[in-house]
T-cell receptor, first 114, second 113 residues
Framework: DTEVTQTPKHLVMGMTNKKSLKCEQHMGHRAMYWYKQKAKKPPELMFVYSYEKLSINESVPSRFSPECPNSSLLNLHLHALQPEDSALYLC?????????????FGDGTRLSIL | KNQVEQSPQSLIILEGKNCTLQCNYTVSPFSNLRWYKQDTGRGPVSLTIMTFSENTKSNGRYTATLDADTKQSSLHITASQLSDSASYICVVSAQRGGNKLVFGAGTILRVKS
């Protein structure tokens, strides 16, 4: 079982909806990540939070809005998404954001945009 | 440019057979290399992690090798099982730039009976 928990596992939404993806870890990790993964492609980094502060935004469109309410939780708020945003969204965590720290991945949220 | 290339793109083998997956990288300065297994619809799970000074690391039927001079790694799977069917992703981490990972495109392995 994964130590990084993501909810929901599946999400179908229309382009005008607002929804949120949630990620939780209780390993005491202080760095958390959002990735987007299209079918048969490797994950692409979207955001990195370090000690609850946004550290990296990989030029992600503003229709994706991350939030880190505390050290265990990471949210991704979605609004006015496009069909091409349909993908598997993975959350990961590591002890810190230091180079080489192993990242532990959740099982992802499969997002489908109608 | 930091890159990771994997081969083959896909592979089909019979249950019980061995196979070897390849990974070449140009990430510099090198920190570590990991092999992840990703089942369909699941998140990646770490199999092995190796630093510059490590040549080989095993995890059950999985054995990874690293040649830091030629910047090559391999993942050898022994006595394959149907549950080994998955995507295997080689991931390299640099010593600078925070903890951003450089992912290979993965090798899709299918084990059939």
């Amino acid at each position: 079982d994964t130590e990084v928990t993501q909810t929901p596992k599946h999400l179908v939404m229309g382009m005008t909806n607002k929804k949120s993806l949630k990620c939780e870890q209780h390993m005491g990790h202080r760095a958390m990540y959002w990735y987007k993964q299209k079918a048969k492609k490797p994950p692409e980094l979207m955001f990195v939070y370090s000690y609850e502060k946004l550290s990296i935004n990989e030029s992600v469109p503003s229709r994706f809005s991350p939030e880190c309410p505390n050290s265990s939780l990471l949210n991704l708020h979605l609004h006015a998404l496009q069909p091409e945003d349909s993908a598997l969204y993975l959350c990961a965590s590591s002890q810190t954001e230091g180079a080489g720290q192993p990242q532990h991945f959740g099982d992802g949220t499969r997002l489908s945009i109608l | 440019k930091n890159q990771v290339e994997q081969s083959p793109q896909s592979l089909i083998i019979l249950e019980g057979k061995n196979c070897t997956l390849q990974c070449n990288y140009t990430v510099s300065p090198f920190s570590n290399l990991r092999w992840y297994k990703q089942d369909t619809g699941r998140g990646p799970v770490s199999l092995t992690i190796m630093t510059f000074s490590e040549n080989t690391k095993s995890n059950g039927r999985y054995t990874a090798t690293l040649d830091a001079d030629t910047k090559q790694s391999s993942l050898h799977i022994t006595a394959s099982q149907l549950s080994d069917s998955a995507s295997y992703i080689c991931v390299v981490s640099a010593q600078r730039g925070g903890n951003k990972l450089v992912f290979g495109a993965g090798t899709i392995l299918r084990v059939k009976s």
